[in-house]
């Protein structure tokens, strides 16, 4: 099954500054990759996702940048805002759960913490 | 539309005790999931559901049962209630694996003492 390791574990940037997390996957057959943020309390929530035949995806402030060769994938936030203080989670998943091991886990997240 | 609805949101349950978790989707997903989330870890699948009548064990399925009796509805049973099951509970739904987001509930934070 899908192994997916998310680095940092926390990461505190100053408002307005940029914030990038990575993402390493292991399965060749993961072709989605989605992003969920998780503000404190609440429910996670996707925000930006991209398949295998896309290199780069943006909106608005957000971009994911894939490298399919590598097995590994990045978030990009610029110009962060105290809003964007958050943990956010990355997953590597296949056409099928079955694929996946029936695992279809999430990476162990990135803990954002913007200072004003 | 509601979206996922589960309730309870906070139970408490001594150890040995059984309960459901009941988790509730308007928007017709054939896709359906229950992901446990430890304190400062992610999610981990517990089981999911395809459609109507099936469902399949995910990472972590041990002391949990479910059952996928309509589209619309996928209970998450607790039988003999253990420390180690102290987590929050997050319903899932979604309209496939791929390309479309998976929209969570609110989450049920379970304690078991």
């Known amino acids: 099954g899908e192994n997916v390791e998310q680095h940092p574990s926390t990461l505190s940037v100053q408002e307005g500054d940029s914030a990038v997390i990575k993402c390493t996957y292991s399965?060749?057959?993961?072709?989605?990759f989605p992003w969920y943020k998780q503000e404190l309390g609440k429910r996670p929530q996707l925000i930006i996702d991209i398949r295998s035949n896309v290199g780069e995806k943006k909106d608005q402030r957000i971009a994911v940048t894939l490298n399919k060769t590598a097995k590994h994938f990045s978030l990009h936030i610029t110009e962060t805002q105290p809003e964007d203080s958050a943990v956010y989670f990355c997953a590597a998943w296949p056409p099928r759960i079955k694929a996946a091991g029936n695992k279809l886990t999430f990476g162990g997240g990135t803990r954002v913490l913007v200072k004003p | 539309n509601a979206g996922v609805t589960q309730t309870p949101k906070f139970r408490i349950l001594k150890i040995g005790q059984s309960m459901t978790l009941q988790c509730t989707q308007d928007?017709?997903?054939?896709?359906m999931y229950w992901y446990r989330q430890d304190p400062g870890m992610g999610l981990k699948l517990i089981y999911y559901?395809?459609?109507?009548?099936?469902?399949d064990k995910g990472e972590v399925p041990n002391g949990y049962n479910v059952s996928r009796s309509t589209t619309e509805d996928f209970p998450l049973r607790l039988e003999l209630a253990a420390p180690s099951q102290t987590s929050v509970y997050f319903c899932?739904?979604?309209?496939?694996?791929?390309?479309?987001?998976?929209?969570f509930g609110q989450g049920t934070r379970l304690t078991v003492v």
């Open positions: 928007m017709n997903h054939n896709y």
């Open positions: 399965d060749s057959a993961s072709n989605y």
């Open positions: 899932a739904s979604s309209y496939s694996v791929q390309n479309t987001e998976a929209f």
């Open positions: 559901s395809v459609g109507a009548g099936i469902t």
